[in-house]
Antibody, heavy 118, light 108 residues
Framework: EVQLVESGGGLVQPGGSLTLSCAASEFTFSVFWMNWVRQAPGKGLEWVAS????????SYVDSVKGRFTISRDNSKNSLFLQMGSLRAEDTAVYYC???????????WGQGALVTVHS | SSELTQDPAVSVALGQTVRITCQGDSLRSYYPGWYQQKPGQAPVLVFYGKKNRPSGIPDRISGSRSGDTASLTITGAQAEDEADYYC???????????FGGGTRLTVL
């Protein structure tokens, strides 16, 4: 069974930084686009970032460009999201998500809560 | 535009048929994915593309598209179908991903 397990969430002050990790297992991680999707408390889903299977191409939602960096280590079946200059509006559950193709997200992790608060 | 619009809430009587819609210019170029999310759980892909249903999803759930509007139809709604439903697709540029605002389905 495909598994995606996020870690690294927590409480951080505005302006601070945090890195999320996602451990993938039971599929060939290196051939899939991967994504981060977030959900603020009581709100809808928002795509945050995508990365190509070989890591050579990334894309971001406008609100995080220049502050967040998505990366991956295919040798360790791991996905990362480095988050900087965090704002209160970045508070959300962050999901690690596999793209089966065409941005159809077929497997989701359980989510990691990031709270930005002073 | 780079938006997907969904009705915030829809209700259906038990055993009846309900259609949840998703409207946006990007849907003229891209078929959407549809996700079901129950409270406290991660979303689950329930339909994608022109006619694809993931393994384990009941065949009472189906999808369609016409022009800039996509629909998710639940035929014979069950109590367990009560959830939030989201659509998504690539945006019109193809470089980003967008989600609809979600539809809360209540089964009466």
């Amino acid at each position: 069974e495909v598994q995606l397990v996020e870690s690294g969430g927590g409480l951080v002050q505005p302006g601070g930084s945090l890195t999320l990790s996602c451990a993938a297992s039971e599929f060939t991680f290196s051939v899939f686009w991967m994504n981060w999707v977030r959900q603020a408390p009581g709100k809808g889903l928002e795509w945050v970032a995508s990365i190509r299977p070989d890591g050579s191409e990334t894309s971001y939602v406008d609100s995080v460009k220049g502050r967040f960096t998505i990366s991956r280590d295919n040798s360790k079946n791991s996905l990362f999201l480095q988050m900087g200059s965090l704002r209160a509006e970045d508070t959300a559950v962050y999901y690690c998500v596999r793209d089966r193709s065409s941005s159809w997200f077929d497997y989701w992790g359980q989510g990691a809560l990031v709270t930005v608060h002073s | 535009s780079s938006e997907l619009t969904q009705d915030p809430a829809v209700s259906v009587a038990l055993g009846q048929t309900v259609r949840i819609t998703c409207q946006g210019d990007s849907l003229r170029s891209y078929y959407p994915g549809w996700y079901q999310q129950k409270p406290g759980q991660a979303p689950v892909l329930v339909f994608y593309g022109k006619k694809n249903r993931p393994s384990g999803i009941p065949d009472r759930i189906s999808g369609s598209r016409s022009g800039d509007t996509a629909s998710l139809t639940i035929t014979g709604a069950q109590a367990e179908d009560e959830a939030d439903y989201y659509c998504n697709s690539r945006d019109s540029s193809g470089n980003a991903v967008i989600f609809g605002g979600g539809t809360r389905l209540t089964v009466l």
